[in-house]
């Protein structure tokens, strides 16, 4: 039996209920119920779905179980389980805190009586790593280097954010193992993992985490003693699986050869983020990415506006741009070039933009797009706004751009990012004191994932119909159609 035949038969016999007295009660027929309830088939849409939830009667909680049940059976456990997890993924980057929650104890120091010492107990763990780490913080050109999984090592992670988020010269690098099975199943693990290290990435220091993929399993576990380590300037600290077991050494010559290991591992890695600190780095990425292709358009893009870069112009650009900022006639340039190639793209490969109601509206209202550094630009006047939603209705009208309104259960703020394809996606993180951040990645299990999960949404009933969406539009435009 399938996860919805079963959890239907167990509804109908904790409600008395066969399907011949089923028949009466709506427009399925017994036999379609009967067929239904052994697995033989299954509702062939929502709408069947919702008629058999109504003649069942079915209370809130047992109308979503069974809805629940549907959705694995028609996908699948492991991609129902894996586009779920992108949904938490989402959640958590779009409130991602920014108030870091450790007081990690400035001046403080350790005296270590040999070169090697040996620590028992996780209190005693943990409060010598926050030394080590708040020690290296206080030097002059800091440097922390970890080779350690974010999951299970939750205080190592706070205390990283904690000091990417308070000082700005620190460098962390970090060695992640990435599941080389996660994503045969329902990727859980390595999407885990982005959701951890998300607050890192977004706390504007330069963080730069590198992946290997192995089996996680197969040595992150009871049988590995020492598979967290942590170096810097000073020590170098092997910690437990547990967090209940570590080793320190302040030895000069212990510390080089780790410093050593180190590099020989992040050279068998790949970069999991690649900052993107200017207008001129993002554009670079960009031409990276599509390197090869004719085509620059990406497969979609997701932030709480609509996608509005190619209803831009020469004359809304120069008018707008902040030209007292460096490098801002090479940017304004190369925008200009852009917007050229992505037009004549539109024109061979539909752009498709995802968007919320209340962005697109607070776009109307402040005149300011994500996709653009607020910083680089004055807020685009109402004439100008108006202008720019009118070019992509005609272009909507047309066929070469898709706008697909999000669901209100999506509640897109502050971060936007675009697919170009099913390897590599760009993220924007709007950072309350540092402004726009950037970002590429270019790990395949999680931004395939994520390429899925919004590739499907039509299929998941989480957008508005293209009916309501135009609608939505021509509410806006009002009498400016």
Same mark, same amino acid.
């Given at each position: 039996m399938s996860e919805f035949s079963q959890k239907l038969s167990e509804l109908m016999a904790e409600k008395q209920v066969t399907a011949y007295?089923? =028949?009466?009660?709506?427009? /399925?027929?017994?036999?379609?119920?009967?067929?239904?309830?052994?697995?033989?088939?299954?509702?062939?849409?929502?709408?069947s779905l919702e008629e058999l939830i109504r003649m069942l009667a079915l209370g809130a909680e047992e109308a979503e179980e069974l809805r629940k049940a549907y959705a694995i059976t028609k996908t699948g456990e492991p991609i129902y389980y894996r586009r779920k997890h992108v949904e938490e993924l989402l959640k958590a980057i779009n409130n991602t805190n920014t108030v870091y929650p450790f007081d990690l104890h400035r001046h403080s120091s350790l005296v270590l009586k040999h070169d090697m010492e040996c620590l028992s107990g996780r209190v005693s763990v943990v409060n010598v790593m926050g030394i080590i780490l708040a020690m290296e913080a206080e030097k002059d050109n800091p440097v922390i280097r970890i080779i350690a999984q974010p999951e299970g090592n939750g205080e190592l992670m706070s205390y990283l954010t904690t000091i990417a988020g308070t000082e700005e010269n620190i460098r962390v690098e970090h060695i992640i193992c990435i599941d080389n099975k996660s994503s045969c199943s329902d990727n859980a693990y390595n999407i885990n993992v982005l959701k951890e290290i998300m607050p890192l990435i977004v706390s504007g220091t330069a963080y730069t985490p590198y992946y290997h993929y192995d089996d996680v399993k197969a040595h992150i576990n009871s049988f590995s003693s020492f598979p967290t380590i942590i170096i810097t300037s000073s020590y170098v600290m092997h910690i437990s699986y547990n967090m209940n077991r570590a080793v320190v050494s302040g030895f000069d010559n212990f510390i080089s050869m780790q410093k050593e290991m180190f590099s020989e591992l992040k050279n068998n890695c790949d970069t999991y983020v690649q900052a993107l600190p200017g207008p001129l780095d993002i554009l670079s990425y960009y031409e990276k990415v599509v390197e090869g292709s004719d085509n620059i358009i990406p497969d979609f893009s997701v932030m709480p506006d609509p996608c509005l870069f190619p209803f831009l112009d020469e004359k809304i650009m120069r008018e707008h741009a902040r030209f007292d900022l460096p490098n801002?006639?090479?940017?304004?340039? /190369?925008? /200009?070039?852009?917007? @050229?190639?992505? @037009?004549?793209?539109?024109? @061979?490969?539909? =752009?498709?933009?995802?968007?919320?109601?209340?962005? $697109?509206?607070? $776009?109307? =209202?402040?005149?300011?797009?994500? =996709?653009?550094?607020?910083?680089?630009?004055?807020?685009?006047?109402?004439?100008?706004? /108006?202008?720019?939603?009118k070019r992509m209705y005609r272009a909507m009208k047309k066929g070469i751009y898709k706008l697909k309104i999000l669901d209100d259960k999506f509640n897109i703020k502050n971060i936007s990012f675009a697919c170009y394809n099913e390897y590599s996606m760009t993220y924007c993180y709007n950072h309350p004191a540092k402004g726009m951040l950037a970002f590429g990645f270019r790990e395949r299990s999680t931004v395939n994932s994520i390429y899925d999960y919004f590739t499907t949404l039509e299929e998941q009933k989480l957008l508005l119909s293209d009916e309501e969406t135009e609608s939505f539009v021509c509410e806006i435009l009002g009498e400016g159609i």
């Open positions: 007295q089923l =028949e009466s009660m709506g427009a /399925l027929k017994r036999t379609t119920i009967s067929k239904y309830a052994s697995g033989k088939s299954k509702p062939p849409d929502i709408k801002i006639d090479t940017a304004v340039e /190369l925008l /200009l070039d852009r917007v @050229r190639r992505y @037009r004549e793209g539109m024109e @061979r490969k539909t =752009e498709t933009s995802f968007c919320t109601k209340e962005g $697109f509206r607070r $776009f109307m =209202e402040t005149g300011i797009i994500t =996709e653009i550094p607020a910083a680089y630009y004055n807020p685009f006047d109402p004439d100008d706004r /108006l202008l720019m939603i």
